[in-house]
């Protein structure tokens, strides 16, 4: 037998589907991680883009921020985070939350960037105040990009969500860094299948919601 | 299996890479001129290998050194990475004498191996090797999986061996991921020294940062370390005694080719297995990671020095 087909009777193996160590409950720790990261992502990111996008200020700046954060390895942060807050569920969340903040910010900020500022202008000249302007003109427009960098931030979080396993929690990642210690390679590839039809469908969504948006009003 | 076959290419890939560099390394003439003598047999130097690996690399320069202060021709192959690709470099006469585990080596030769006793193994292992090979007397040295509590713990529960950690209720346990399910691990915490209810925490580091934090912030009270980590001296860690073998022996055997194998060789090598001890192997990758770095063979020289060997 070769290993995909091995993989796939690993995967309709119902041994598999059901208790601690089943995929049903791994998926739903794993959309746990990546929600709850995303969420605290978001809080920080999402406000501080609007901010940079409405007023032009430190735009620089968070282009370099960004980039930087982006170049951190994840897996290293990991390390260093479970060097100062030990092991659980803290650890793990802070390196992916660093991980989520670049898409995030960016797609605030090039959102609010990328409304004509006649608009914004002739908003402000009808009397809107500068919070008007922001909820009632530059969000509604910049909506698709900031959903673009959430469906960015999920994708690049699902993905990744797999390394809170490396320090004994649960997810997806559990497959393959179990299936990794003992060269179980069919578990390794059945959890990355997983892994993978969880993130595109995801993905699936967020284009939906998108183009949902993005429709002319 | 397609991924065996893969995985023995690369190796294969590896080790060509690997020679072919040290080929065109100035520095190690000696490795050169051995593999083009390779048949002269006996009279040729001998070539030390090493893992890449620190350890690996302090012990074969002990070897290296030993043998040179007592007049015989040697010189070092190091960084071989695997075991596949230096076993074969072994067979085929590019490198003569190696720095090996016993256990390690019976599972590479026989993966259907039983045997966990220092004696036991040793004797699995010399039925084991190819004809071509052979080992010397092991050293105390070790080098393998140990069950490590903090001082506290130890002090707390009065506890000095695995056999100890029977009474206590609720024992939380950390180590890698294949714990959960080898003999050495929690089935066999379970059935060989009767231990229930352990709650174990898979961490993916081998006994690193990680797993050493969660051990001394309290999170676990047993850790899976490398009894040879610094780490474990560092942070005055007491590594549980074995008594049931558990654990396979990894003593630290010289692995050599037979034709390189002579009674003035096996003087040298025995004298040095004998001053080997796992507290030493502790000493010595404490001294490779400190903080003036110093080069494997400055390690090896100091020890020699000190053990009077050299």
Redo the contacts between chains.
């Keep these: 037998m070769n290993i995909a087909s091995e993989a796939a009777s690993w995967l309709t193996d119902g041994a598999h589907w059901h208790g601690e160590d089943g995929f049903p409950h791994r998926i739903v720790q794993h959309l746990g991680y990546t929600a709850l990261t995303v969420a605290i992502a978001a809080v920080i990111a999402v406000p501080l883009g609007l901010w940079i996008g409405h007023t032009g200020r430190l735009r620089g700046l968070a282009i370099a921020a960004t980039g930087a954060l982006r170049a951190l390895p994840t897996l290293g942060l990991l390390t260093l985070m479970v060097l100062w807050r030990g092991i659980g569920l803290t650890s793990p969340t802070i390196a992916l939350v660093v991980l989520a903040i670049p898409p995030l910010l960016a797609g605030a900020y090039a959102g609010l960037e990328a409304v004509d500022r006649q608009t914004v202008d002739a908003a402000r000249a009808i009397g809107m105040t500068e919070w008007q302007v922001l909820g009632k003109v530059e969000i509604p427009i910049a909506l698709p990009l900031i959903i673009g960098g959430f469906r960015s931030a999920v994708l690049q979080v699902v993905a990744t969500a797999t390394i809170a396993a490396y320090i004994g929690l649960g997810g997806l990642g559990r497959y393959i860094i179990d299936g990794l210690a003992v060269r179980d390679y069919p578990q390794i590839l059945a959890g990355a299948t997983v892994i993978v039809v969880l993130a595109l469908a995801l993905d699936a969504v967020f284009a939906v919601v998108q183009r949902s948006l993005a429709t002319p009003r | 299996?397609?991924?065996t076959r893969l995985v023995a290419t690369a190796a294969a890939a590896g080790l060509a890479l690997t020679l072919a560099a040290c080929g065109s390394d100035p520095t190690n003439t000696a490795s050169g001129s051995d593999t083009s003598g390779a048949s002269s047999a006996s009279g040729s130097s001998i070539v030390v290998g090493s893992a890449s690996f620190g350890e690996s690399e302090i012990l074969a320069e002990i070897y290296a050194g030993a043998l040179k202060a007592k007049g015989i021709d040697a010189s070092t192959h190091l960084d071989i990475g695997e075991r596949e690709a230096y076993i074969g470099a072994l067979k085929d006469g590019s490198i003569s004498l190696f720095p090996e585990y016993t256990g390690n080596l019976l599972t590479f030769l026989d993966p259907k191996a039983t045997a966990t006793a220092p004696g036991d193994v040793n004797a699995a292992l010399k039925s084991a090797l190819p004809d071509t090979l052979t080992t010397l007397t092991p050293s105390a040295a070790e080098d393998k999986d140990s069950y490590n509590v903090t001082a506290g713990f130890a002090k707390k529960n009065d506890v000095h061996s695995i056999a100890d950690l029977k009474g206590i209720s609720g024992l939380s346990l950390?180590g890698?991921?294949?714990l959960?399910?080898?003999s050495y691990g929690v089935p066999g915490l379970e059935k060989v020294y009767g231990i229930s209810g352990i709650t174990f925490?898979?961490?993916?580091?081998s006994g690193g940062?990680?797993t050493l934090?969660?051990l001394t912030?309290g999170?676990v009270d047993v850790a899976d370390i490398y009894s040879t980590t610094p780490s474990i001296t560092q942070n005055h860690l007491v590594t549980l005694a074995d008594p049931q073998h558990l654990i396979a022996a990894q003593n630290v055997v010289p692995l050599i080719r037979k034709d390189h194998d002579n009674p003035q060789v096996d003087q040298v090598l025995n004298a040095v297995s004998a001053k080997l001890t796992t507290q030493s192997l502790l000493q010595l990758n404490g001294q490779l990671n400190g903080p003036d770095k110093p080069t494997a063979a400055d390690v090896a020289a100091q020890w020699l020095n000190d053990n009077g060997l050299a």
């Design positions: 299996m397609k991924v950390a890698n991921p294949e959960k399910t080898r925490t898979p961490i993916s580091d940062p990680a934090k969660a912030s999170k």
